[in-house]
């Protein structure tokens, strides 16, 4: 594969980053195939070197939708970096899967239990309209308690939900950084 191939086929991987983005990143390969021929390597050892047009797509865009998650971490922008990393490698399937699988149904269990909890004294409410006859005030103080045990547990899936965000994001960095040539020391 010559130069020519190489740049138009990165570039057509890559319309799913921004047109400046795009140049930037062909720019730098461009740099790569002169300091290539400056010391006397053809277009093809150059290209060679760098590595295959879709292994990079992967990695620049894993890359890219995981500082996209740093700045505005939204549900979609999370999904999309979590698929990024994981198409990096087969092995990341496990690696990353697993673990946001993990997160994922912890948050949304804790989430649901706390909701749960918090809706307790609607459903006491409603039992005593269908059921007048079974009131008791063991249920209503019960269904109370689990309604402020509920609201601790919302306030506690808050912060967890941020943490739980924050390292997810952490880790992408890290598989990211791993994936692509290993950590700097």
């Given amino acids: 594969m010559n130069k020519k191939e190489f740049l138009t086929s990165l570039e057509s991987r890559l319309q799913k980053l921004s047109?400046?983005?795009r140049q930037?990143?062909?720019q730098d390969f461009n740099e790569h195939f002169e300091v290539g021929k400056e010391e006397g390597k053809t277009e093809e050892e150059i290209a060679h070197s760098l590595g295959s047009p879709s292994q990079i797509e992967k990695e620049i865009l894993a890359s890219y939708y995981v500082e996209k998650v740093e700045s505005t971490s939204s549900a979609s922008n999370i999904f999309k970096a979590v698929w990024a990393v994981i198409g990096l490698s087969f092995f990341n399937l496990v690696i990353v899967l697993g673990p946001f699988i993990a997160i994922v149904s912890l948050i949304a269990a804790g989430w649901i239990t706390g909701a749960?909890?918090?809706l307790s004294p609607?459903?006491?409410l409603i039992n005593v309209a269908v059921f007048p006859d079974s009131f008791e005030f063991f249920d209503m103080f019960f269904s109370l308690t689990l309604c402020g045990l509920g609201l601790l547990v919302v306030i506690g899936m808050v912060y967890l939900t941020r943490f739980g965000t924050k390292g997810l994001i952490k880790y992408l960095n890290y598989n990211v950084n791993l994936v692509?040539?290993?950590m700097k020391s």
């Fill in 116 to 118: 749960a909890f918090v």
């Fill in 122 to 124: 609607l459903l006491f």
């Fill in 24 to 26: 930037d990143i062909l």
């Fill in 19 to 21: 047109k400046e983005e």
């Fill in 180 to 182: 692509k040539g290993g």
